[in-house]
């Protein structure tokens, strides 16, 4: 059995790039870039609540790291380094080289350094800490939609909560095991949209968010939702419906922003070949979601993921 040290430099260590300092010391050091604010955040997977005991190594080092880019990408955030907090519950070679191949080649592809952790054993549980940085003032807040403001969507909804009914589905299951998270479109969303949330809990909570930070209302077509491909094939609306609106997991973005950026949206998805999607507008008022089916009637909204329950 190898030693936690062992273990830390045999899979986790690599040599330091961007940061001053990286993994072996008892801190980590890295210098912030001129005029960034920088962005932090942690997102913790714990076995039985977020993924299965047999869940596939690779997978879940590259998830573990996609949520917490994720979060990066809805502040319009640069991702730069990461700390990895993980409890074993034992030391399998195989189950770790995959976990590390799945993270590292996620956190090449961003730009992203692992400069430190804390490893132990116990129950699998995997918590990453993740530093962005963003200019000064620039980041992308819950808080900024203002009545009138369009409401858009990247990508598809609906494919992870739909994995979980539908594990024959390829193309759900790999959007519930390997998320892309939308680091450039977030980027590339500084200074045109007005507020921006990841969707991890399922698009209407998210939103909901953004309403409440924001203190208006919203009004949104759900015919111009976008939804994963396979839903069309099913014909089954129900549970379309709520995996569009309800289901967590999918790591799109929703945003708002002016009525005057559509072109430059428009562009953006076009240059990011990426589908974004106007679903609605912000109204004056409380902070509730209006979801009008083709008819224009209001349909009746689930609850999504709460963690805690
Ligand atoms: P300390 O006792 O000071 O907490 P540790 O022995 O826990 O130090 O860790 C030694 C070094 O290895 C530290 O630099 C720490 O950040 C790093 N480290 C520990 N676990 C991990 C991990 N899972 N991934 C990356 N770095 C890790
Ligand atoms: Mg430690």
Redesign the pocket.
């Known amino acids: 059995m190898p030693s936690?040290?062992e273990l830390?430099r045999k899979y986790?260590?690599r040599p330091a790039k961007s940061a001053v300092l990286g993994?072996?010391?008892?801190?980590?050091l890295v210098r912030p870039s001129p005029g960034m604010e920088l962005a932090i955040a942690t997102d913790m997977l714990l076995e039985g609540r977020h993924f299965r005991a047999d869940a596939e190594p690779r997978a879940l080092g590259h998830k573990a790291l996609a949520v917490n880019l994720s979060d990066m990408a809805a502040m319009g955030a640069a991702p730069r380094w990461a700390?990895?907090?993980?409890a074993l519950p034992g030391a399998d070679d195989q189950w770790l080289a995959a976990f590390a191949a799945g993270l590292f080649e996620l956190a090449e592809r961003f730009g992203v350094e692992?400069?430190?952790?804390?490893?132990t054993r116990g129950p699998l549980n995997i918590c990453i800490a993740i530093v962005g940085e963003v200019p000064a003032g620039q980041a992308l807040l819950r808080s900024g939609a203002l009545p009138g403001d369009d409401i858009w969507v990247s990508g598809a909804l609906g494919g992870a909560a739909l994995a979980l009914e539908h594990p024959e589905i390829a193309a759900a299951v790999q959007r519930l095991d390997q998320p892309e998270p939308r680091v450039e479109l977030g980027m590339r969303l500084r200074g045109a949209a007005s507020a921006a949330i990841d969707i991890s809990d399922g698009f209407a909570q998210d939103l909901g968010h953004i309403l409440e930070r924001s203190g208006c209302g919203a009004r949104v077509h759900y015919a111009q939702l976008p939804k994963e491909a396979a839903f069309a094939r099913l014909a089954d609306p129900a549970l379309e419906r709520r995996c569009v609106l309800s289901g967590g997991d999918d790591y799109e973005l929703v945003f708002t922003a002016r009525q005057g950026a559509r072109g430059e949206i428009g562009a953006l998805s076009r240059a990011l070949n990426l589908p974004l999607a106007r679903v609605g507008s912000i109204q004056r008022g409380a902070p509730e979601l209006v979801v009008l089916d083709a008819d224009e009637r209001p349909l009746p909204l689930e609850r999504g993921f709460d963690h805690f329950a």
């Open positions: 936690e040290f830390i986790f260590e993994v072996g010391d008892d801190a980590a700390m990895l907090g993980i692992l400069v430190g952790g804390d490893t």
